[in-house]
DNA sequence: GTCTATAGACGGATAGAC
DNA sequence: GTCTATCCGTCTATAGAC
């Protein structure tokens, strides 16, 4: 339970309270288990203001669901040292995950959200595909471009699983240096290494 | 919706009926969406039965999470063939997926109920470290066991998640083919290669 | 914009007859 | 072992006063 309390009095911007509770809230106990009324309690407001601004529970998590990280600040300056990258790039996002526990419990609650709810997952598609894939596209070889993103978005993910999540002992108690060691490579690979090319690469670009 | 309609009336045990059902539904809408009642339903058996049976519905969960592939099976003769044993799991895994859907959608489900309630996440964990980690312990490299394994169920974790589950295009669309050339060499790396064994081997290996 | 009150539905669990 | 009946809590959503 990330930064509890208040904020300052001063913002009273109901909306943006309100939508900040529901972020903390569906990614600590995914879709059904958060309740309007919950969201309501930490943002401290009356549960029929949630209706009132977002209509209804699925019109509340749409508008709640966002990267809690930038993914090209994330990426930024990663293509200076192409060969590096894969390293780089692990180091960064275990950065941020061991750095920044909200931001950790956020992304670990996108996934927890995507995989329990049908819409969700579709939403969540999206945001990725429309953010990560992009950002990424400056570093990644230019054959494949779609494939390499999304693997190394499923490896970073299997990890994000395994890790945080399940908390499976052999990645929950590895140091990020050993990680970053073990990862970094398989990243580099999926960048600018060989990724199926020799197969039906007409289906493959899409 | 796999093989639905009752079994052919000779067998009658009840018991098995409910697991069954309670299998398909909790790995089709995750734990909270499943009701009693759907369960009940699908076994066409009074929902007071399964109160009998089971206790309650963490009981019954506890009682339906099971492996749907066994592990020994699947990596059985692996290491006759060290050097592309990576390439062969990845294909084993997608053969499965790809051709057998129920399998399919029972681990898509384990992952679905891990991630959906803190009491399945830890009977995922024990379940996985029970079996996939003891089997793939004949086919890993000595050193840092535990953690190669951890590193191969994470990005065969992530890949279930990213094809079947999220959707993500590239590698939703990607042919098994494509995968194995992709992936293949990243789990020979998991299974082989360097691993972070330079930094704190102490902690490493538990 | 904000809150009170409540409708309306559903789900888990139990008691107890057969 | 199996089923009927039902309690009790909780949830989303809405109507309408202020």
Redesign the pocket.
């Given at each position: 339970m990330p930064p509890r309390g208040r904020r300052p009095v001063g913002s009273?911007d109901?909306?943006q309270e309100i939508l900040t509770a529901a972020g903390e809230l569906f990614a600590e106990r995914g879709f059904e288990r958060?309740?309007?009324?919950?969201v309501a309690a930490r943002a401290d407001?009356?549960?029929?203001?949630i209706?009132?601004?977002f209509?209804?529970?699925?019109g509340l998590l749409a508008a709640a669901l966002v990267l809690p990280v930038d993914p090209a600040a994330l990426l930024a300056g990663l293509d200076k040292d192409p060969e590096h990258a894969g390293e780089a790039l692990v180091g960064r996002l275990l950065g941020v995950w061991e750095g920044d526990p909200d931001a950790r419990h956020r992304m670990v609650g996108l996934l927890r959200v995507g995989l329990s709810h049908e819409r969700a997952a579709a939403g969540l598609r999206d945001l990725l595909g429309r953010t990560i894939l992009i950002a990424l596209s400056r570093v990644v070889a230019q054959d494949h471009r779609s494939l390499r993103a999304a693997l190394v978005g499923s490896q970073m993910g299997g990890l994000l699983l395994g890790r945080y999540v399940l908390g499976i002992p052999g990645v929950r108690d590895a140091t990020p240096g050993q990680l970053v060691v073990a990862i970094g490579p398989v990243l580099q690979h999926y960048l600018t290494g060989p990724v199926g090319g020799a197969v039906a690469p007409a289906t493959a670009s899409r």
């Open positions: 009273s109901t909306r958060t309740t309007m009324r919950a407001v009356d549960p029929a203001l209706h009132h601004y209509v209804n529970k699925e």
